[in-house]
Nanobody, 122 residues
Framework: QVRLVESGGGLVQAGDSLRLSCTAS????????LGWFHETPGNEREFVAS????????DYTEAVKGRFTLTRDNAENTIYLQMNNLKPEDTGVYYC???????????????WGQGTQVTVAS
């Protein structure tokens, strides 16, 4: 059983930065991909970014390219999402996810964290 624990959310002003962390309790086949999804009320959970175990594939949704950077520290079983130049539309709950392969579809991921709230004031 893989557990994912997120941290780093908070309330910031537009243009500010946050760094989200997600630590996995163990490294398995189902943590080959670790990533982040964004959820707002009334909408499906949306892909933000993901990274494979060796960092050879890093994917970002178009809305965050050039602003967010995803890194992975396998020694700590942790990924970090550096979020720069935050915008009000970035507001929402960010969930860490783990899975067997790269996908934009939240339904195929196998493990989830509890989420961390990011609020960007306008």
């Amino acid at each position: 059983q893989v557990r994912l624990v997120e941290s780093g959310g908070g309330l910031v002003q537009a243009g500010d930065s946050l760094r989200l962390s997600c630590t996995a309790s163990q490294s398995t086949d189902s943590t080959y991909v670790l990533g982040w999804f964004h959820e707002t009320p009334g909408n499906e959970r949306e892909f933000v970014a993901s990274i494979t175990r060796r960092g050879d594939y890093i994917d970002y949704t178009e809305a965050v390219k050039g602003r967010f950077t995803l890194t992975r520290d396998n020694a700590e079983n942790t990924i970090y999402l550096q979020m720069n130049n935050l915008k009000p539309e970035d507001t929402g709950v960010y969930y860490c996810a783990a899975g067997l392969g790269r996908s934009y579809n939240y339904k195929v991921y196998r493990h989830w964290g509890q989420g961390t709230q990011v609020t960007v004031a306008s």
